[in-house]
């Protein structure tokens, strides 16, 4: 069956640009999580949506990053005035329910460069 | 502040012996535990994971040990083979009723030679 998918794989992008990357979760799952890797990290958490609402925004870095979930499947992580900083890998990850303690499916990321 | 440690960056076994993985946590709150395993360019890949109401939980070549006096964790695979080279997350979550965001150490290379 079809996994976690993320568009772009690679996006480069100039500083002060906007971006969006997008997540499709596996079909049913109800909770998306948005998680940052950086180089020589382990994932860090950013965000986590329970079908449309963000349940948890608390480990988005600052204003400059938003996520929406507008219909409960798809995701869009958007982010205003890269920074040099920003650059990472971005994981989106679904899961069948929030309030289950069982694993989260990971996407092959997008790799984010800031010039 | 680095909530869940893998103090080894890199671990070199022989195909056939075990490989054990460490981990170390900090937050008491910290209820399940689980494994990823990481090839280059793809995303984690759930491995095993176990409970605090657990000690040991086992999945054909692997097994997991938590200690939580120790607040530590171990992976054992065993035996190792040359397809298991990755690197390898060890990550937690609290129980806090709805979410259940990971929190993920910064992993540990698994190289099985031949």
């Known amino acids: 069956g079809a996994g976690v998918s993320q568009t772009p794989s690679n996006k480069v992008t100039e500083k002060g640009k906007y971006v969006e990357l997008r997540c499709d979760p596996i079909?049913?799952?109800?909770?998306l999580y948005w998680y940052r890797q950086s180089l020589g990290q382990g994932p860090e958490f950013l965000i986590y949506?329970?079908?449309?609402?963000?349940?948890?925004d608390s480990g988005l870095p600052n204003d400059r990053f938003f996520a929406v979930r507008p219909e409960g499947s798809v995701s869009t992580l958007k982010i205003q005035r890269t920074e040099r900083g920003d650059s990472a890998v971005y994981l989106c990850?679904?899961?069948?329910?929030?309030?289950?303690?069982?694993?989260?499916?990971f996407g092959p990321g997008t790799r984010l460069t800031v010039t | 502040d680095q909530q869940v440690k893998q103090n080894s960056p890199s671990l070199s076994v022989q195909e056939g012996r075990i490989s054990i993985l460490n981990c170390d946590y900090t937050?008491?709150?910290?209820?399940?535990f689980l494994w990823y395993k990481k090839y280059p360019a793809e995303g984690p890949t759930f491995l095993i994971s176990?409970?605090?109401?657990?000690d040991k939980n086992e999945d054909g070549r692997f097994t997991v040990f938590l200690n939580k006096s120790a607040k530590h964790l171990s992976l054992h695979i065993v035996p190792s083979q040359p397809g298991d080279s990755a690197v390898y997350f060890c990550?937690?979550?609290?129980?806090?009723?709805?979410?259940?965001?990971?929190?993920f150490g910064t992993g540990t290379r698994l190289q099985v030679t031949l």
């Open positions: 990850a679904s899961s069948p329910s929030a309030g289950g303690r069982g694993e989260q499916y």
């Open positions: 079909s049913g799952h109800t909770a």
């Open positions: 949506f329970q079908g449309t609402g963000a349940a948890d």
């Open positions: 937050n008491s709150m910290f209820d399940y």
């Open positions: 176990i409970s605090s109401i657990k």
């Open positions: 990550a937690a979550s609290a129980n806090t009723g709805t979410a259940s965001k990971l929190t």
